[in-house]
């Protein structure tokens, strides 16, 4: 085995750099507080969703014609395939969660200060691709729910005054959604969206890397500020055990209530009440409160908002206080958010029962 690894070592002066990226010194408060495996779950939980999406690749069809057949076989006859769809389609849910219980951890630590704009500024992207990765998949099984609710969803990006209906046409690929907006959203969900975020969770790690991580905001954790432990065994096998966890419960949650399939979607359906996945209805709500000439305000002046004040968080929260105690602006505007978010979902899903 020494020899094996000795002869591909000296063809490739791979054991230098494998050995310096698992040595890596972490602060030692890092490896006592699990707000710091936050982030390594998310990375954990993007691996699942791509070694699930490979697997259900094999078997899915996308066409108008056999991707309902194709989800309904893999959930009910394939041998495991209602594992590998459960893991999938709840992981979903699950990265949503971990991305967002991330992002709050490095708010409230002010990490996003200088010098880690960049790994901020990654992050904000990542988090509208895995949003992007939720709408382009709702679609995929072609039942009534994921038809429905990307008509609605295309419907709304047609509210962008002036370039609206344009948009809403690149989306599906015509007037209407059919084969072609299929097409798209399978490229868009298989392609284009894993290269996009493999990318960018290479330049976060760099980042990451090549700054160390930010500075600690309690007292305690400044005292051990200067100890340090390697990388590996320590944060790895961390990170690994909560990945554990989440594979264990994500097997168990596919096996208690199998990942769900309407009917075949049907265009002509005239009743049916198009309803987003979670993560989406606090902005579904939202637009109701909004109608006709206001919906821009929603649509696009909100999320242009948010998204911008995102990215240019770190330019204009410049000072050296951390403490999130000694930040009232930041957050009571967060605060602000995730009340807003939790209040409106509530009463969305309270509205659809
Ligand atoms: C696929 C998505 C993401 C992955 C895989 C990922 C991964 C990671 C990992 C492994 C760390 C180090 C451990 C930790 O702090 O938990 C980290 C740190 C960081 N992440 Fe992410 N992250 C993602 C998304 C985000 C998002 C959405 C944001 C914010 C908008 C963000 C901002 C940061 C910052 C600022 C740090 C530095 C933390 C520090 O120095 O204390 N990340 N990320």
Request: glycine residues 8%; aromatic residues 16%; positive net charge.
């Amino acid at each position: 085995m020494n020899r094996t690894f000795q002869w591909i070592d000296e063809r490739t002066g791979l054991s230098g750099p494998i050995r310096a990226f698992f040595n890596y010194p972490v602060p030692k408060y890092v490896h006592r507080n699990f707000l710091y495996t936050l982030g390594g779950l998310t990375l954990i939980s993007f691996s699942l969703q791509v070694i699930t999406g490979i697997l259900l690749v094999f078997y899915y069809d996308p066409s108008t014609e056999g991707a309902y057949n194709s989800v309904d076989y893999i959930t009910y006859i394939l041998p495991l395939g209602w594992l590998v769809r459960g893991i999938h389609h709840y992981g979903a849910s699950a990265m949503v969660i971990l991305i967002s219980l991330h992002m709050l951890r490095t708010y409230y630590y002010s990490a996003y200060k200088k010098p880690r704009e960049i790994n901020w500024l990654t992050g904000v992207l990542l988090l509208f691709l895995v949003l992007a990765f939720g709408f382009t998949g709702y679609l995929l099984p072609w039942d009534q729910k994921g038809y429905w609710a990307t008509k609605v969803g295309t419907e709304i990006a047609g509210s962008v005054p002036m370039m609206g209906a344009y948009i809403t046409k690149i989306m599906r690929g015509g007037a209407d959604l059919g084969q072609a907006t299929l097409t798209r959203f399978y490229a868009t969900h298989v392609m284009l969206l894993p290269t996009a975020v493999a990318l960018l969770i290479a330049v976060h790690i760099f980042q990451l890397r090549f700054h160390g991580m930010a500075p600690p905001i309690t007292e305690r954790a400044k005292a051990q500020s200067k100890k340090f432990l390697p990388f590996f065994p320590y944060w790895v096998v961390t990170d690994l055990i909560a990945g554990l966890g989440l594979l264990a419960l994500l097997v168990y949650i596919s096996y208690i209530n199998r990942a769900p399939l309407e009917f075949p979607a049907d265009p002509t359906s005239s009743n049916y009440l198009p309803r987003p996945e979670w993560y989406f209805l606090f902005f579904f709500q939202l637009l109701k409160y909004f109608p006709g000439k206001l919906e821009p305000v929603i649509t696009i002046a909100i999320p242009l908002f948010i998204f911008g004040s995102m990215l240019l968080l770190p330019f204009i929260d410049t000072s050296e206080e951390r403490r999130p105690w000694h930040k009232p602006v930041t957050t009571l505007v967060s605060i602000f958010y995730i009340v807003v978010i939790l209040v409106f979902t509530y009463l969305a899903m309270a509205e659809f029962g």
